[in-house]
T-cell receptor
């Protein structure tokens, strides 16, 4: 248990659906991250929030929309996804964003049909 | 280009044996290097972190080394156990003042057999 929880753990959705992934951290951290992990590829950083403001958006398609209502919660809203978006989506948190240890959640396994 | 390369891609060993995983990086400027263990279907968990001035760091049966001159790191696992079966990911972070980077390797998938 790392102090970072993610729901749901598994999600299957059609290309026309709208769904949301949720992440919650209980560590008192002030930075949160979304990563995408595809098979045989390095983790891809998608979004970074520091003090509830987005500070990084690594050219992620607009069909992925993050939301950070407070320092403990992070959402990833999904709509009109493509099959190639199927992957493990990992949330992480850290205290500060400059080279500090990130604590990861268990991930959401997403399958887009 | 900032890159982190790990080898081997996969490794199978017998329980009780030792093994060494390699990580080469080209990230500059360098801040620190971490090794993570990722069990199947779970998020990565940090094993060690090494800064520029550190050569060796141990965490139980895991020992990481860092050669900042050659930009190489290794993770040595001693007396392997079945629970060591996982992916091991090398992550290098750095960046100039006011910026940051996290560069992940593709990982080494280790399988320990009884």
């Amino acid at each position: 248990e790392t102090g970072v929880t993610q729901t749901p753990r598994h999600l299957v959705m059609g290309m026309t659906n709208k769904k949301s992934l949720k992440c919650e951290q209980h560590l008192g951290h002030n930075a949160m991250y979304w990563y995408k992990q595809s098979a045989k590829k390095p983790l891809e950083l998608m979004f970074v929030y520091s003090l509830e403001e987005r500070v990084e958006n690594n050219s992620v398609p607009s069909r992925f929309s993050p939301e950070c209502p407070n320092s403990s919660h992070l959402f990833l809203h999904l709509h009109t996804l493509q099959p190639e978006d199927s992957a493990l989506y990992l949330c992480a948190s850290s205290q500060g964003i400059v080279s500090n240890e990130q604590f990861f959640g268990p991930g959401t396994r997403l399958t887009v049909l | 280009k900032n890159q982190v390369e790990q080898s081997p891609q996969s490794l199978i060993i017998l329980e009780g044996k030792n093994c060494t995983l390699q990580c080469n990086y080209t990230v500059s400027p360098f801040s620190n290097l971490r090794w993570y263990k990722q069990d199947t279907g779970r998020g990565p968990v940090s094993l060690t972190i090494m800064t520029f001035s550190e050569n060796t760091k141990s965490n139980g049966r895991y020992t990481a080394t860092l050669d900042a001159d050659t930009k190489q790191s290794s993770l040595h696992i001693t007396a392997s156990q079945l629970s060591d079966s996982a992916s091991y990911i090398c992550v290098v972070s750095g960046g100039t003042s006011g910026t940051y980077k996290y560069i992940f390797g593709t990982g080494t998938r280790l399988k320990v057999l009884a």
